[in-house]
């Protein structure tokens, strides 16, 4: 059977209840409220799973603060008296929980989650009713771990209503596509430097999972072998309640912090890893004095470009890397086409997914490109690949999102290349000679959109030129007829 609610209509139902909370205003704060509770939860279903392996395990959170003692009894507390004991205990002690002992990697998690929360609800009575619908919710069985993923876009989406339009959730179809082809392995290491709710890292765990893992030693090294960073409160603590619904048992490699404000020369050989996988923030603008962590040619103000930087200093020779880039990077010039040279000195930018419009709908309407690199050999020649719309389609929209079935063609493709309507290849000299512009049109695209300005405005001025020809040419014929004498 599967969940009481559907996970749709649960977040409904929470919404509706926090609306009437005068404490809690907008999406962002329902959000905020909704993600500890959500974390608690999981976490006590977590420990439950402990529990049945080793009777002695012992919570790193006090009895009395544990989801299951004070949320899931539905006599348990509620008004003033639930308000007074999640604003005067619950929170106090969980920011505090000890740094030493035997559970000082699990307590630093439970504190990361809550050293930035805080409970903005002002009425128990509706506190209450929140807590019963999350009840309702069995988040350990796959079944329901699956609409879990539902449960994250809808959460996503609200907070993109609230938060600023650099929150953008990867689809799952394009994080699937990225890691079969990217195909990471038991005992590499996987980074994602901007990893927001979680997306490639947890795909990447199932990949490694079901292809490597046949022992409880694999799946140890599988967890140690999982590393993220995300900087924005919110998705980090969607992210860490994803990786423990997800099985890892302590998330302490998901860090809560800005992976750009490391300066490059501290990174060493033991940062760099094997395998990156991010949709890092576009068009955002780093903070004043954050550049001076970079090279002095390749400072950008700009996150995206920043990045893309970052991600060639912490990828080990031979290792593999993707990422989402917006149209603007492989067009830019100036600081974007040095670091355009530089990947492309240091590693073999083999393939470039172009996406059509839409796919981060409702997000953005900004066009999106994959890339895949190989760091340790120049790059000889780059393949091209233009995703289509699916046939009839023209454009994706909530109801029609990119599916995976649609990368078919492209698994097809990328074992045995060759030049088709879709995909094109590009020698590195033309690269250099358009000053490391990758923005490359498809040579055999039915061109229905503008041509270029210069063109557009030749064929104005010849269209116009002929216009006055022809009407001049009508004026004399009239002047003609009208002067000769009749026959």
């Known amino acids: 059977m599967g969940m009481a609610m559907s996970t749709g ?29 959500l974390f608690l939860k999981a976490f006590d279903g977590h420990e439950a799973e402990q529990e049945q392996r080793n009777p002695s395990y012992t919570s790193p959170i006090p009895e009395r603060l544990r989801w299951r003692t004070w949320a899931k009894n539905p006599e348990g507390l509620t008004g003033e008296a639930l308000l007074d004991f999640v604003n005067h205990d619950l929170f106090k002690t969980l920011k505090a929980l000890p740094a030493k002992g035997k559970h000082a990697t699990m307590a630093a998690v439970v504190r990361g ?19 019963q619908k999350l009840n309702a919710l069995d988040l350990h069985r796959a079944s329901d771990r699956h609409e879990l993923g539902d ?79 995300e900087k924005k409160p919110l998705p980090h603590v969607l992210c860490v309640t994803n990786m423990l619904l997800h099985g890892i048992e302590v998330p302490s490699n998901i860090h809560h912090g800005n992976a750009l404000a490391r300066p490059l020369r501290d990174y060493g050989p033991e940062d760099q890893v094997d395998v990156i996988l991010t949709n890092p923030p576009f068009g955002g603008i780093e903070e ?16 995206a470009d920043l990045f893309l930087v970052l991600i060639l200093t912490l990828l080990k020779k031979g290792g593999r890397a993707a990422l989402v880039l917006p149209d603007g990077i492989l067009f830019g010039e100036g600081v974007k086409a040095r670091i355009k040279e530089r990947l492309l000195r240091e590693c073999n930018l083999h393939t470039i997914v172009r996406l059509p419009k839409g796919v981060f709908h409702p997000y953005t309407g900004i066009k999106t490109n994959l890339l895949f690199f190989t760091k340790g050999e120049p ?20 109801t029609r999102p990119l599916r995976l079935e649609e990368f078919e063609p492209e698994k097809h493709w990328w074992t045995h290349r060759q030049e088709t309507e879709h995909a094109w290849k590009v020698r590195i000299g033309e690269v250099q000679a ?22 557009l405005v030749r064929q104005y001025r010849e269209a116009a030129a002929e216009a006055v020809r022809a009407r001049n040419a009508v004026r004399d014929e009239l002047r003609d007829a009208l002067e000769r004498p009749p026959q």
Request: charged letters at 25%.
């Open 151 to 229: 449960l994250y876009e809808k959460l996503l989406a609200d907070l993109q209503n609230a938060g600023n339009a650099g929150e953008y959730y990867t689809p799952r179809a394009v994080t699937q596509f990225i890691i079969s082809q990217v195909n990471p392995r038991l005992g590499e290491k996987v980074l994602d430097p901007a990893c927001g709710t979680g997306g490639f890292l947890t795909c990447a765990l199932e990949h490694m999972r079901t292809q490597d893992v046949k022992s409880p030693r694999d799946e140890a090294a599988l967890q140690a072998s999982i590393l993220g960073v």
């Open 113 to 131: 989650v809550f050293e930035d929360a805080h409970n903005a609800m002002k009425s128990g009575t509706l506190m209450r009713q929140v807590i």
């Open 379 to 398: 790059t000889q020649e780059l393949w091209f690949y233009e995703h289509p719309y699916p046939a009839g389609a023209r454009s994706y929209s909530k």
């Open 434 to 455: 358009r000053g490391y512009n990758l923005d490359m049109k498809n040579p055999r695209a039915r061109d229905d959109a503008p041509g270029d300005i210069e063109g």
């Open 288 to 303: 004043n004095g954050l550049e001076t962590h970079f090279p002095p040619e390749l400072r950008s103000r700009e996150t």
């Open 9 to 37: 209509t649960t977040i409904k139902s929470l919404q509706d209840i926090m609306r009437k909370d005068a404490g809690v205003d907008g999406d962002a704060q329902r959000l905020s409220q909704l993600v500890w509770m």
